[in-house]
């Protein structure tokens, strides 16, 4: 089946970007929101507005579908007018969600029974990426559908894998985020001893991350936090989340991983101090507030 219409639930801050890609591309869109006023420049491009997600499901093609938490991805794909509730057959559900994988293997079995394809793609690279078209995007699924729905990950993303089955989209994504906890602590850290040590933070970011230390956090991240530019790429509150999970998925393989412990305790901490709307770069301010004069 060819792809022409395509439902979109959920236009945060990086759905929105993301979604409006598909739009440019020639791509009829049905969207839903909880709040509408967020999806007012795809509407302004010409979206259509649903009531809710089962009315999108009903108009698409492709459904995509990128909200905060596991519980959000239950209500819009499995409530009472959610996603399965109005899907055709023979349609695809892409769930872009960082989420649980053991969700996501549900998902895509209760859906398979209605002869509906799902992958679990969620993606990384925060609004950068999103506005720009240049998200990694990690799937999980049949090899078919993911090649089905290739031309659209490519207007929103440039660094897209198939990782396997059902799930591995997510635990991939839970790699990523393990990777980025620990990394942001050598952020902060050294932004903040920069600072101390009365360095320049935009001329010390300019050399340290061209050379063995070079990160995408640090290049991307750095320059915000030297202009004291917290604005959420990326909730902490969801990154939290997301440590969460990938705690509970270690406990169950029997694994300790201690590094990411330590850094969810950080951003617990960032949350407890009023962070948690912030960007995940925010840890700067609660490292700044522990080593105050």
Not at 53 to 82: H, K
Not at 111 to 136: M, N, Q, T
Not at 199 to 218: P, Q, R
Request: charged fraction near 20%; glycine fraction near 12%.
């Amino acid at each position: 089946m060819a792809i022409k219409n395509i439902g979109w639930i959920g236009t945060g801050v990086m759905g929105r970007s993301m979604c409006l890609h598909l739009i440019k591309g020639g791509y009829a869109a049905f969207v839903y929101n909880r709040t509408k006023s967020k999806a007012k420049d795809l509407l302004e491009a010409g979206a259509t507005w649903c009531e809710n997600p089962m009315e999108v499901a009903r108009n698409s093609d492709c459904v995509f579908t990128i909200v905060g938490y596991p519980a959000d991805v239950e209500e819009v794909i499995l409530g009472e007018t959610g996603v399965l509730a109005g899907i055709k057959a023979g349609s695809i559900l892409v769930e872009m969600t960082t989420s649980e994988p053991t969700l996501a293997k549900g998902i895509f079995e209760q859906a398979k029974a209605k002869k509906v394809s799902v992958l679990d793609a969620p993606v990384s690279g925060g609004d950068v990426g999103a506005r720009s078209g240049k998200l990694a995007i990690m799937v999980g699924g049949e090899r078919g559908t993911f090649d089905q729905v290739m031309p659209l990950f490519k207007l929103m993303g440039e660094n897209i894998a198939y990782m396997g089955p059902a799930g591995a989209g997510q635990h991939t994504k839970m790699c990523n985020q393990i990777h980025i906890a620990t990394t942001m602590i050598g952020v902060v850290e050294c932004l903040l001893y920069a600072y101390k040590a009365g360095v320049n933070l935009e001329e010390m970011i300019a050399v340290v991350g061209s050379g063995a230390a070079a990160s995408w956090s640090l290049n991307n991240y750095g320059p915000r936090i030297a202009k004291r530019n917290f604005d959420p790429g990326f909730f902490i509150k969801h990154f939290v989340k997301d440590m969460d999970i990938a705690l509970k998925e270690a406990r169950r393989m029997k694994i300790s991983l201690p590094g990411l412990a330590l850094a969810h305790q950080f951003y617990v901490s960032a949350m407890a101090i009023g962070l948690e709307n912030m960007g995940t770069h925010s840890l700067y301010k609660l490292f700044e507030r522990m080593n105050q004069e």
